[in-house]
């Protein structure tokens, strides 16, 4: 770093020892050239001396326009484009956020019936287990029943026959107590 700044110290006194000596008189060779631009300037069709400066700066002036009007337009083309991509990016985010929505609603509508069919089933499982059992009791209810009947139709066999017995036991009663006598 040492080494720059008496670089700097130089340069301040060349521009000084510059600024400080008249200027001095174009040499040969760079009158040719600004004559050679000049004849140029004029076969386009502009006067050499007075627009000079002008010319050139007009040149420029009418590049830089062109050139800025170009820049706009693939600009604005090419916010155009972008703002008409992301619209429509938007619009199909949209949509697809109502389809997911509708497959959502619709997914819970489904699982509400699958789990109503679900509970139906297990009532009817529930049901056909009750149903079972309460066959199987009404087919014992019904052993049972046709057992006692079997068993009353016995016991009426069972009463007649202890009736008989008694009407002859007493029947015997009075063979036996008139033959005593």
Request: cysteine-free; proline content about 3%; charged content about 40%.
């Given at each position: 770093?040492?080494?720059?700044?008496?670089?700097?110290?130089?340069?301040?006194?060349?521009?000084?020892?510059?600024?400080?000596?008249?200027?001095?008189?174009?040499?040969?060779?760079?009158?040719?050239?600004?004559?050679d631009?000049?004849?140029?300037?004029?076969?386009?069709?502009?006067?050499?001396?007075?627009?000079?400066?002008?010319?050139?700066?007009?040149?420029?002036?009418?590049r830089?326009?062109?050139?800025?009007?170009?820049?706009?337009?693939?600009?604005?083309?090419?916010?155009?484009?972008?703002?008409?991509?992301?619209?429509?990016?938007?619009?199909?985010?949209?949509?697809?956020?109502?389809?997911?929505?509708?497959?959502?609603?619709?997914?819970?509508?489904?699982?509400s019936?699958?789990?109503?069919?679900?509970?139906?089933?297990?009532?009817?499982s529930?049901?056909?287990?009750?149903?079972?059992?309460?066959?199987?009791?009404?087919?014992?209810?019904?052993?049972?029943?046709?057992?006692?009947?079997?068993?009353?139709?016995?016991?009426?066999?069972?009463?007649?026959?202890?009736?008989?017995l008694?009407?002859?036991?007493?029947?015997?009663?009075?063979v036996?107590?008139?033959?005593?006598?």
């Amino acid at each position: 770093m040492s080494s720059y700044y008496p670089r700097t110290k130089d340069l301040t006194r060349t521009r000084k020892s510059l600024s400080d000596s008249p200027p001095s008189s174009p040499s040969p060779t760079a009158k040719n050239f600004r004559h050679d631009r000049v004849s140029r300037l004029d076969s386009s069709g502009a006067d050499g001396t007075a627009d000079k400066p002008l010319g050139r700066t007009s040149s420029y002036t009418r590049r830089e326009t062109r050139l800025a009007a170009l820049n706009r337009q693939a600009e604005d083309s090419g916010t155009k484009d972008y703002k008409k991509m992301y619209e429509d990016a938007l619009h199909e985010n949209e949509k697809l956020k109502s389809r997911l929505q509708d497959s959502k609603q619709e997914l819970a509508k489904i699982r509400s019936q699958l789990d109503k069919v679900t509970q139906k089933q297990d009532r009817i499982s529930e049901r056909s287990t009750v149903l079972e059992s309460e066959k199987r009791e009404k087919q014992a209810l019904e052993k049972r029943v046709s057992n006692m009947e079997e068993e009353l139709k016995v016991l009426t066999e069972l009463k007649s026959d202890n009736q008989r017995l008694k009407d002859e036991n007493g029947a015997l009663i009075r063979v036996i107590s008139k033959l005593s006598k």
